[in-house]
């Protein structure tokens, strides 16, 4: 199990975009996520006529390392994420400040 899933509320804890909250689009396998409206660059496009792609300028998101951004908790702060075991034998994600589990 991930200790960041697609979906999840995170901050930006270095870099450009240091700061900003967003949710997570992407994992990927690599150790990187895909963060919405973060680390965004200008690809230059050229144009496809057959598969009707207009050529320019075109601003998307780059993955980033995962270790660069933290789940954000209840207090809108930051947090580390542990697991916990249920009595059931479920495993699921809690924050470490307050030992609350983590809403994706």
Excluded: C, W, Y
């Excluded at 990187?32 to 230059?44: A, D």
């Excluded at 320019?56 to 789940?71: A, D, L, R, T, W």
Aim: net charge positive.
């Amino acid at each position: 199990m991930k200790k960041i899933l697609k979906g999840d509320d995170v901050v930006v804890i270095t870099g450009k975009d240091k700061g900003k909250h967003a949710s997570v689009m992407q994992v990927l396998e690599n150790g990187k996520v895909l963060v919405k409206g973060v680390n965004m660059v200008k690809k230059h496009t050229k144009p496809n006529p057959t598969l009707g792609v207009q050529g320019g300028i075109v601003e998307k998101e780059m993955p980033m390392n995962i270790s660069n951004v933290m789940v954000v908790n209840s207090e809108g702060k930051g947090d580390r994420v542990g697991f916990k075991l249920l009595e059931n034998g479920e495993k699921i994600r809690v924050f470490k400040s307050n030992g609350e589990p983590v809403k994706a």
